[in-house]
């Protein structure tokens, strides 16, 4: 008998007159953990010369227990603020000589490629985009990238398309690449919570935001470095760790951060614990599904079709071209208090909706029934 576990919006502190239809953009905060994170910074404010004394040990704590829910070899997992920050560490890392390649693809997070196109004008590089159909499937985008790896010194992949919901053949990208002696950086943002072990691949470095389905505090990310390049690597801002030669304590310490966001991010762990995440994530993705495909038909569209469709995240197509999204996202926002977000893709504008736990039926019925409404 299959268990059907119910919504839980309890959970959460988020205005129960608002429906949130886009915790893939800046996750939710569950009660718990926003607890212990005030009690941290409570703390933080008491005696700051303590706390700072404290953090040491406690971020070595919660590094060891976020590295662990990843299954990350802990010796080369460290902390950083985002996944940006882990990618553009990344590309501070690898050589990447002049007259050289950068291989991305067209799926690729828009900061990434930003950070991508500036290491490209620093060395004198060349980034070469490939274009993956929407609907490709695995042997079409290994074939697809193939012959751009000729003369690439680094290749830089999206795990989940942020802009599709589509997960990518990483670990068969990443024996191609390494066959080539090209190595692999994968933007893993949406991935934690979502894919199992996603950092077991093989990439060179593999970045993650645990803000997103994991519902951590924001500002905590993970970044998994392999072996061969763990001496090499560095945090982006210099400062007490530089010459710590273990990588994981190289990144921890980093002058006046905010270390209770890191702290706290365990609990977070423990409420998808409490929730039977493996048990629920199947069901939300269910549910989801049958949300976009009742959006669409209100909107006599279509759900977008990828090969490989990550849970928990699915693209509802709009009738038209949106040119700027933030006024129609703030429209949609004010006239219907729905909070959704859009995402562009091979000349199509898409709705993405992204849910977790706190989410039911009736988000996505309201959807179907305003919109059009809002559209007309």
Same mark, same amino acid.
């Given at each position: ?21 886009? @915790? ?18 409570? /703390? ?13 040990? +406690? ?48 799926? %690729? ?11 490209? +004008?620093?060395?004198?590089? /060349? ?7 929407? !609907? ?13 790896? $000729?003369?690439?010194? $680094?290749?830089?992949? #999206? @795990? ?17 690449? *390494?066959?080539?002696?090209?190595? $692999?950086?994968?933007?893993?943002? *949406? ?12 990439? #060179? ?5 645990? @803000? ?14 392999? /072996? ?21 304590? +190289? ?5 006046? !951060? ?20 493996? %048990? ?75 849910? *977790?736990?706190?989410? !039911? ?12 409404? $809002?559209?007309?």
């Amino acid at each position: 008998m299959v268990t059907v576990l119910s919504p839980r919006p309890d959970l959460w502190t988020l205005d129960p007159d608002v429906v949130h239809l886009n @915790h893939g953009s800046w996750g939710a905060v569950p009660r718990r953990t926003q607890e212990v994170l005030s009690a941290l910074r409570a /703390e933080a404010e008491a005696n700051p010369m303590v706390w700072f004394r404290s953090v040491p040990a +406690r971020l070595t704590a919660a590094r060891l227990e976020l590295a662990a829910f990843l299954e990350a070899d802990p010796e080369g997992f460290a902390l950083v603020p985002n996944a940006s920050a882990g990618i553009t560490a990344a590309f501070a890392t690898v050589p990447i000589p002049s007259g050289s390649r950068i291989v991305t693809t067209n799926h %690729v997070y828009g900061a990434s490629r930003f950070a991508a196109e500036r290491v490209a +004008r620093a060395r004198g590089a /060349e980034l070469l985009v490939v274009e993956l159909p929407m !609907q490709a499937d695995d042997d079409t985008v290994v074939a697809l990238i193939e012959p751009a790896l $000729v003369g690439a010194s $680094v290749l830089l992949l #999206d @795990h989940i398309s942020a802009a599709t919901g589509t997960i990518l053949p990483i670990a068969r990208l990443v024996e191609l690449a *390494h066959d080539r002696d090209v190595p $692999v950086i994968v933007d893993g943002a *949406h991935a934690p919570a979502l894919i199992d072990a996603p950092t077991g691949d093989g990439a #060179d470095f593999w970045t993650g935001n645990f @803000h997103k389905w994991p519902a951590a505090p924001r500002a905590t990310a993970g970044l998994v470095v392999a /072996e061969r390049w763990r001496q090499a690597s560095y945090p982006l801002i210099t400062s007490w760790s530089e010459y710590d030669e273990r990588l994981p304590e +190289r990144f921890d310490m980093q002058g006046t !951060q905010d270390y209770a966001t890191w702290i706290a991010a365990p609990e977070s762990l423990r409420v998808l614990a409490d929730l039977e995440w493996s %048990v629920r994530r199947p069901q939300v993705t269910a549910m989801l599904e049958e949300g976009a495909r009742l959006v669409a038909k209100a909107l006599g569209t279509s759900v977008g079709e990828v090969a490989n469709p990550a849970p928990t995240l699915r693209l509802v197509e709009l009738p038209m071209v949106v040119a700027d999204a933030e006024p129609f996202k703030e429209h949609v926002s004010n006239e219907l208090q729905i909070e959704i977000t859009l995402t562009g893709f091979e000349g199509r504008s898409y709705i993405r909706l992204s849910a *977790h736990a706190y989410n !039911q039926p009736s988000d996505y019925e309201k959807l179907s029934e305003g919109l059009p409404r $809002v559209l007309a």
